[in-house]
């Protein structure tokens, strides 16, 4: 069989990143899509010389979705699974300045748009097909300041379960992932606020964040990435609607 084709949103750093090579050492085509092309160029040398497209992709613009994922079946075929990483972090709060409707916009209506776009350009059964959503700890209980950051994540699990029943019919799979504390650039801006907020150093913020997460440690985004290889693989066609939770024991279902 000709190796599989996964599109990968967010590829060009931290859990995208590590997502793209994970599935490119594995022998998958990949394609990466995200705003920042360079980075993502950067992505596909660090793969090592593995089939790569790079494409620029807007998820918050219906017409660069629908161009970045035409352009990727164009370069290495229909698809065969969609790895949906891309998003943005950060607090909000209300008044002009308030970014609850750009957390949104990017986290769960692109997240949309690409699975959609993704379904478009799917390839036919009765190959396997999956789509990963990578949502957030923070879909499972909310933090103040962080309304959109925790309602857009939250809302990707109604999105993959509802979408999950809409093509169980055709033997698509749909699941997410709820990652707790990452060891990547977001995570680190997100301790640097929360460093402000509370007038102590980044390290000093680690160590309060660490201290509500039973494992003591932040994940690295390769563990994650082999969780997504995980539901790609041939030991996980039985889920789908699921969402798993690498969180160092931080929240327990």
């Not at 599109?7 to 899509?33: H, K, P």
């Not at 957390?103 to 379904?119: I, P, S, W």
């Amino acid at each position: 069989m000709e190796p599989r084709h996964v599109v990968v949103t967010g590829a060009s750093s931290g859990i995208g990143r590590a997502v793209a090579l994970r599935l490119a050492g594995e022998g998958y085509r990949v394609s990466l899509l995200a705003r920042r092309v360079p980075a993502l160029r950067e992505t596909a040398a660090l793969a090592g010389g593995a089939p790569s497209v790079v494409v620029a992709c807007d998820v918050t613009e219906g017409a660069s979705v629908d161009a970045a994922f035409a352009a990727a079946a164009d370069g290495h075929g229909p698809i065969h699974a969609l790895v949906a990483a891309a998003g943005v972090g950060g607090a909000n709060s209300p008044g002009a300045a308030d970014r609850f409707d750009r957390l949104v916009d990017t986290n769960l209506a692109g997240t949309y748009r690409c699975l959609r776009a993704a379904e478009r350009h799917l390839a036919p059964g009765p190959e396997p097909r999956q789509f990963v959503v990578i949502s957030s700890v923070l879909a499972r209980f909310g933090v103040p300041g962080y309304t959109g950051y925790c309602a857009s994540k939250a809302a990707l699990l109604g999105l993959v379960r509802a979408l999950a029943l809409e093509l169980a019919p055709a033997g698509v799979r749909v699941n997410s992932i709820c990652p707790g504390w990452v060891d990547t650039d977001m995570a680190w801006e997100g301790l640097g606020g929360m460093a402000r907020a509370m007038g102590i150093t980044p390290d000093e913020a680690h160590a309060v964040a660490m201290r509500a997460v039973p494992l003591g440690r932040m994940g690295r985004p390769e563990e994650v990435a082999g969780l997504v290889s995980w539901l790609l693989g041939p030991d996980a066609q039985i889920m789908t609607g699921q969402a798993l939770d690498p969180n160092g024991g931080a929240w327990m279902g």
